[in-house]
């Protein structure tokens, strides 16, 4: 057969990724652009705009846009990139790129862009609100613009998406399959700024965070090699987990006929982790590198889940702040706002560390122009998919009001800032703590104490102006002070605003 070399397989490859057909020659022919550039979108306001796409080798390319015109010459594998420069809001706008041949795009707003990524809670679609007729029929705002990208695990970054929905205007129809997070953040924004927003959502349900994260990160951080040992027995076991499968869908279709054939409900499934999906990397590969050359205003994140297991939730506290600088530096922006949702409260798995989790989320703070917005008051025990999506994306909606363009409002509940010995009791500082409260004017419920054997009770807590002062009779000389430490925790600490307290666990 003829040989290949590395530079036609190179444009082979990117070919493929962008849609090509491959003649006899492999030539790339025509101008083609990615799908994340399309009719409809939103470009980002302030930044300059990034154009690319793929053409035959050496082809002259040249776009116009708001008035500006650029050209340039595709390189040796075809690819061409162009900037225009950067703009206020506004639009709608038409963006011509011409070669051999002509695309137009139209109806481009510019204004500002969010990521929306993660697991299942932010994968949760609008159909799924517990009144999800109401809040879908009335979802119509042609200025909040929605795309959501195709489940796409690679072995190696890849440079184009596919999408579930390519950029469209926010309707009931559009809206309906789209997160339900990423839309009710989006409308708070919209209102609030009034620039148009575009959402890309790109998430998986059940999905550990090392997916979403690059080799080049992972494998830079010592501390992250677990990561790779969990990927180990994922991949020792597989041979047998198939064959398991195969036994489990056998056993579920035997008792799926029974049950038709009585009258019953279908029985349900058990859930499995994807084998591709959850292979380091893999994500970030597929779903988040192709979005990188996109100007962003930020990043919304609800994830975590996933990592509570035992052999993952020691590592989230090095792990998420890794993923987030990985994420910066492949967009090349600066520090641009990672806004995150804390887990919610769940009665979990006993094995499962929740708690852990939720620490290293508030710890992560300490990266630069992040948020949090804590929802261990808006959760369901009994279901790990809590449809009250409207208060998550407002609370993300408030960080981003405070830390992306920068009002000042109260934007978080209590955060832990420091702890003090004073005699018998603890002296619990915190961060956003106006009008600290115990909700309903109950008394302080959550608290826990330890002296140096590590041995926890429930603690007294009273507040103290923008304090909380902790004791226990069992704890004559207290080290240690943890607040909502459990899966499914029962605490009220509050702020004036009505924003929750954020778990912690603190020792002097």
Not at 35 to 44: C, G, I, K, N, R
Not at 145 to 152: F, I, K
Not at 205 to 215: H, Q, R
Not at 304 to 325: C, D, K, Q, V, W
């Amino acid at each position: 057969m003829p040989r290949i070399s590395y530079g036609q397989f190179s444009r082979f490859s990117l070919a493929i990724l962008f849609g090509f057909s491959i003649g006899p020659n492999i030539s790339l022919g025509e101008v083609k652009l990615p799908a994340l550039l399309s009719d409809h979108m939103v470009v980002q306001r302030d930044l300059p705009v990034h154009i690319w796409g793929m053409a035959a080798v050496a082809e002259t390319v040249s776009a116009s846009f708001r008035g500006q015109s650029q050209s340039t010459v595709a390189d040796e594998f075809g690819r061409w990139s162009l900037y225009f420069s950067p703009g206020e809001a506004g639009g709608p706008f038409q963006l011509t790129v011409r070669g051999t041949n002509i695309v137009d795009l139209s109806d481009i707003l510019v204004g500002d862009v969010w990521v929306a990524s993660g697991q299942s809670n932010m994968e949760f679609p609008m159909t799924q609100l517990t009144d999800a007729q109401t809040e879908i029929a009335t979802a119509r705002n042609p200025r909040i613009r929605l795309l959501h990208v195709d489940h796409n695990p690679s072995d190696y970054p890849l440079e184009n998406i596919t999408a579930k929905l390519a950029w469209t205007d926010c309707n009931p129809e559009s809206v309906a399959d789209f997160s339900a997070v990423a839309y009710f953040f989006g409308r708070n924004l919209q209102q609030k700024i009034g620039v148009p927003i575009g959402l890309i959502e790109s998430s998986w349900g059940g999905t550990p965070a090392e997916s979403w994260t690059s080799l080049h990160a992972l494998s830079a951080d010592a501390s992250l090699l677990p990561v790779f040992a969990a990927r180990s027995k994922i991949v020792d076991t597989e041979a047998t987990t198939i064959l398991d499968l195969q036994r489990e869908d056998r056993e579920f279709e035997r008792a799926l006929a029974q049950a038709r054939a009585e009258g019953k409900p279908a029985p349900g499934r058990p859930w499995h982790p994807n084998f591709q999906a959850w292979a380091p990397s893999a994500l970030f590969n597929g779903m988040i590198a192709p979005l990188t050359g996109f100007g962003i205003r930020g990043v919304i994140w609800y994830q975590g889940e996933s990592n509570t297991g035992p052999e993952r939730g020691f590592l989230y506290s090095h792990l998420f702040p890794a993923m987030i600088s990985d994420w910066r530096r492949a967009w090349g922006e600066g520090d641009f706002p990672f806004l995150f949702v804390q887990i919610a409260n769940w009665s979990s798995d006993p094995e499962d560390d929740w708690p852990q989790v939720r620490n290293a989320q508030r710890t992560t703070l300490s990266l630069k122009n992040t948020g949090m917005a804590v929802t261990i008051d808006i959760g369901d025990p009994v279901d790990i998919h809590p449809k009250n999506k409207q208060v998550v994306g407002q609370r993300l909606a408030l960080a981003a009001r405070a830390i992306a363009y920068g009002e000042k409002i109260e934007y978080s509940g209590p955060l832990l800032r420091q702890v003090i010995r004073e005699n018998l009791t603890l002296r619990i500082w915190f961060d956003h703590a106006a009008g600290l409260k115990a909700k309903g004017g109950d008394a302080m419920r959550g608290f826990e104490v330890a002296g140096a054997d590590g041995k926890f009770f429930p603690a007294d807590a009273k507040i103290d102006g923008t304090t909380v002062i902790v004791s226990s009779p069992s704890v004559v000389a207290p080290v240690s002070v943890r607040y909502g430490w459990a899966s499914n925790p029962d605490c009220n600490l509050y702020n004036g605003e009505g924003l929750p307290a954020s778990p912690f666990q603190s020792t002097l």
